[in-house]
């Protein structure tokens, strides 16, 4: 049964939903409650900066990859109260509005509508004071579900605060404090977001200090009555406890899944699904081990930042030759974004400046850095000649993301793809009886047709 929920989101992209989001996390964890967390949309960054706060992973809601039902049974199984002190904390994406194809669907405010959740409104004061009385009004009169609960209002001080908290609440919504300006807690980004948690230094203790600062300028108290005043009873999922038994241990498929500093980006769900499916998940690191591990049946090389790491990936040439080798012998893989950059002969960071690095040369072509968005948003991904699914599967359409800033000089041409808006379609990919690459990050649950056809792949090759 869930327990006490807040949907923290904001007008727009930058506002400081991530701040605050893993500075509420640590706060509402140093007071003594159970803590889960959840990223709308289909970001993989903010999750980890999540999880550095809670040491457990965050979860991804995304309405575009799942249904309303499955939606909310995620939310509810990794959300399972265990005492009246459990809370769940959800991060916006974008603005609380802004959905797929230009409409809300999809957005912030659909799935706290579909969780049943109060939402949180950030507003940044930078640059104003009075006129955010406008803003938040503007984002009440769209509130048709009457899901906005509370207001902090960031970027400012005590006396802006003080001086609009009556005219605030004078709308129906707490105003539940301020954050003012902190100079030195700065999350950098780069082309594909944030910076990754493990590169700022002395994260923790900025963290630390930023807790204590919301300690002060956020009233804790009421903020708990506004997430715990809406939480409904919630409906019957399945919880850990519940889940099926996978077998023995040694009736588990090994499958090796490069987990580094530059491999990285995973749905939870995926890898859940995954296991829950009967698979046993052995990481490895493409930049420090020296080959493949042992006894494994199938290969995933998920994204990431290799650019970054390029000189060092290609300096592991036992590795480079250990991934060659497993996959011309036809063990089957999966292959997406930063993986897929890897299989190439080589990745080119820098043209002007002759920076191209060696890399498995299992596709021979080049990627290269274009200076630009390639690719990016909401895609489907099909199988349309049964390259990769097989022909009793249900369905050839599985649903992805894209987000990139790098390209390939031959991307192949196997999967069919579609972009949200129906209006942009283009042939990408390379897919094959044992193996599907593409720059496209795919979330299984959409199809969970697929993930079993790979699995199924995965115990033939044994």
Same mark, same amino acid.
């Given at each position: 049964? &869930?327990?006490?929920?807040?949907?923290?989101? #904001?007008?727009?992209?930058?506002?400081?939903?991530?701040?605050?989001?893993?500075?509420?996390?640590?706060?509402?964890?140093?007071?003594?409650?159970?803590?889960?967390?959840?990223?709308?949309?289909?970001?993989?960054?903010?999750?980890?900066?999540?999880?550095?706060?809670?040491?457990?992973?965050?979860?991804?809601?995304?309405?575009?990859?799942?249904?309303?039902?499955?939606?909310?049974?995620?939310?509810?199984?990794?959300?399972?109260?265990?005492?009246?002190?459990?809370?769940?904390?959800?991060?916006?994406?974008?603005?609380?509005?802004?959905?797929?194809?230009?409409?809300?669907?999809?957005?912030?405010?659909?799935?706290?509508?579909?969780?049943?959740?109060?939402?949180?409104?950030?507003?940044?004061?930078?640059?104003?004071?009075?006129?955010?009385?406008?803003?938040?009004?503007?984002?009440?009169?769209?509130?048709?579900?009457?899901?906005?609960?509370?207001?902090?209002?960031?970027?400012?001080?005590?006396?802006?605060?003080?001086?609009?908290?009556?005219?605030?609440?004078?709308?129906?919504?707490?105003?539940?404090?301020?954050?003012?300006? $902190?100079?030195?807690?700065?999350?950098?980004?780069?082309?594909?977001?944030?910076?990754?948690?493990?590169?700022?230094?002395?994260?923790?203790?900025?963290?630390?200090?930023?807790?204590? %600062?919301?300690?002060?300028?956020?009233?804790?108290?009421?903020?708990?009555?506004?997430?715990?005043?809406?939480?409904?009873?919630?409906?019957?999922?399945?919880?850990?406890?519940?889940?099926?038994?996978?077998?023995?241990?040694?009736?588990?498929?090994?499958?090796?899944?490069?987990?580094?500093?530059?491999?990285?980006?995973?749905?939870?769900?995926?890898?859940?699904?995954?296991?829950?499916?009967?698979?046993?998940?052995?990481?490895?690191?493409?930049?420090?081990?020296?080959?493949?591990?042992?006894?494994?049946?199938?290969?995933?090389?998920?994204?990431?930042?290799?650019?970054?790491?390029?000189?060092?990936?290609?300096?592991?040439? &036992?590795?480079?030759?250990?991934?060659?080798?497993?996959?011309?012998?036809?063990?089957?893989?999966? #292959?997406?974004?930063?993986?897929?950059?890897?299989?190439?002969?080589? %990745? $080119?960071?820098?043209?002007?400046?002759?920076?191209?690095?060696?890399?498995?040369?299992?596709?021979?072509?080049?990627?290269?850095?274009?200076?630009?968005?390639?690719?990016?948003?909401? $895609?489907?991904?099909?199988?349309?000649? &049964?390259?990769?699914?097989?022909?009793?599967?249900?369905?050839?359409? $599985?649903?992805?993301?894209?987000?990139?800033?790098?390209?390939?000089?031959?991307?192949?041409?196997?999967?069919?793809?579609?972009?949200?808006?129906?209006?942009?379609?283009?042939? #990408?990919?390379?897919?094959?009886?044992?193996?599907?690459?593409?720059?496209?990050?795919?979330?299984?649950? &959409?199809?969970?047709?697929?993930?079993?056809?790979?699995?199924?792949?995965?115990?033939?090759?044994?």
């Amino acid at each position: 049964m &869930s327990k006490g929920k807040m949907v923290i989101a #904001a007008p727009g992209s930058g506002r400081g939903k991530t701040m605050i989001t893993i500075g509420l996390i640590k706060l509402l964890q140093k007071k003594g409650y159970e803590v889960s967390s959840f990223k709308c949309g289909p970001d993989y960054i903010d999750p980890m900066f999540h999880k550095r706060v809670l040491n457990v992973p965050s979860g991804n809601l995304d309405l575009f990859f799942t249904d309303e039902k499955t939606t909310r049974k995620l939310f509810e199984k990794r959300s399972v109260a265990k005492g009246e002190n459990h809370i769940s904390i959800v991060e916006g994406v974008m603005g609380l509005y802004d959905g797929t194809a230009n409409t809300s669907e999809a957005s912030t405010y659909h799935v706290a509508k579909v969780i049943d959740s109060p939402v949180i409104l950030i507003v940044d004061c930078k640059g104003m004071s009075y006129s955010a009385l406008a803003v938040i009004r503007g984002f009440l009169d769209m509130d048709s579900e009457g899901l906005i609960s509370g207001v902090i209002l960031n970027r400012t001080s005590k006396k802006v605060f003080d001086s609009l908290k009556t005219s605030i609440e004078k709308m129906g919504v707490s105003a539940l404090g301020y954050v003012p300006v $902190i100079k030195d807690f700065n999350l950098q980004s780069r082309h594909l977001g944030l910076m990754m948690p493990h590169e700022i230094d002395n994260l923790d203790a900025e963290i630390d200090k930023l807790t204590d %600062i919301l300690d002060g300028s956020i009233d804790t108290e009421q903020l708990l009555e506004v997430a715990y005043g809406r939480a409904g009873t919630g409906n019957k999922t399945e919880s850990e406890s519940d889940a099926k038994d996978n077998g023995d241990d040694k009736d588990k498929i090994r499958i090796a899944v490069a987990m580094d500093e530059a491999f990285c980006f995973y749905y939870e769900e995926n890898l859940g699904l995954l296991e829950s499916l009967g698979a046993r998940i052995v990481p490895f690191s493409p930049i420090h081990d020296e080959k493949l591990p042992d006894n494994i049946a199938g290969l995933i090389l998920g994204g990431g930042y290799p650019e970054l790491y390029a000189g060092q990936l290609s300096s592991n040439i &036992s590795m480079r030759q250990s991934i060659a080798n497993a996959i011309e012998k036809g063990m089957p893989s999966l #292959a997406e974004c930063g993986g897929f950059m890897y299989l190439h002969k080589r %990745i $080119i960071t820098d043209e002007a400046q002759n920076n191209a690095f060696e890399m498995a040369g299992v596709i021979d072509a080049d990627c290269y850095y274009t200076g630009k968005l390639v690719r990016f948003g909401y $895609i489907s991904f099909t199988d349309s000649e &049964s390259r990769f699914m097989e022909n009793d599967s249900a369905g050839k359409t $599985i649903r992805g993301h894209e987000f990139h800033y790098f390209d390939s000089t031959a991307n192949g041409e196997d999967a069919d793809i579609v972009k949200v808006s129906g209006n942009i379609q283009y042939k #990408a990919g390379y897919l094959a009886d044992n193996h599907c690459w593409s720059f496209a990050h795919l979330y299984y649950l &959409s199809n969970t047709s697929f993930i079993k056809t790979f699995i199924k792949k995965c115990r033939r090759f044994i």
